[in-house]
């Protein structure tokens, strides 16, 4: 996959946007082993140059991801809590997710594998996946897989393909959700192979991570479509990031050009806890404020067959799992020595630390 890994190779109006500051930061990542500097062709030619803009602002290395942050973990979702194997992760009773690669049409400044893809762990090996096949055939009640990474699609289809066929060798009636951001970052990944690859493996969902209305280019939009037209249902995923999202009008609009297109929005994530990406992160109070007002402005949708609000979800910080936001799961609230933080119940009523800011 073709990557653009320097600034001098960003489109010219992108490179003469980078500032002296940003520039040795960006240098000076490889040397300290973080989240490298990558994006697609593609991606960078929907960015404009303005430090502000929503776009640049996802890939362009931010000198602020060096500064400290209290609450930083790791590994916020605690997936070493419940992993099975070295690549699964069986969190919930009826689904798991494989972490198939370290890699990914581009590098999000706010992924929250963060630590994961700075390893650069390369595509599931064989010697790799026969544990986890061995786990799946001793844990029939797992019905559906999430193949997820870094991103699965910079894989081949033929690996694609060994890996499905593996999966679906350990459990006949397992169904697929296969997590990526390249329909957005690579369009021309989506080739009608690939697609018919997708069918052959139904029940088999795609899970698209899109944050802004300006992502659908007219190639993306080309592509999901045709994914949608081929009878793959389709969810989206999005991340509320601080100056990328993180308004009404942005959301809506959001959310009303997947229906137009026949995708599904399931999920609206508050940010998780990754180090370096405190500058992404909207307050929690905010964030429900903001999800107060998308409810009026999406509701008259959702009386319609189509839904178009997600829930507003947080995995909970450590390893609790995922929980929908709202007013009421906010127990408390506490200061910490790295500042105010709320108290989230679980669904049994165990309480978990979030940042307030
Ligand atoms: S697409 Fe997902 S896994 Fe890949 S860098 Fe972005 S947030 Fe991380």
Redesign the pocket.
Known sequence: MKLITTIDNLPPVLAASVSAEERAYIEGISACNG?PFAVTPHFASLAGPEPEDPIRRQFMPDPREAQGDAFALNDPLGESYHRATPRLIHQYRDRALLKTTGF?????R?????VW?AEKTPFITAAELDPVLDYLNTHPEIREILI????PLTASDERLEWLFQGLRSANPALSLRV???LPI?APDRITSEFIGLLRRFSPLRLAV?INHPREFSAESRRVLTAITEAGIPVLVQT?LLKGVNDDTETLTALFRKCRDLGLIPYYLFQLDLAPGTAHFRVPLKQGLALYRELQGTLVPALMETDPVLPAYAVDLPGGGGKIRLSQDCIAGGKNRPGGRVYLLKDKNGKLWPYPAD
Do not use: A, E, K
């Open positions: 989240l990914c049409g581009g590098f999000c706010f992924c929250f594998r963060r893809m997820s990474g870094g991103d997590c990526t951001r970052t991570h991340v």
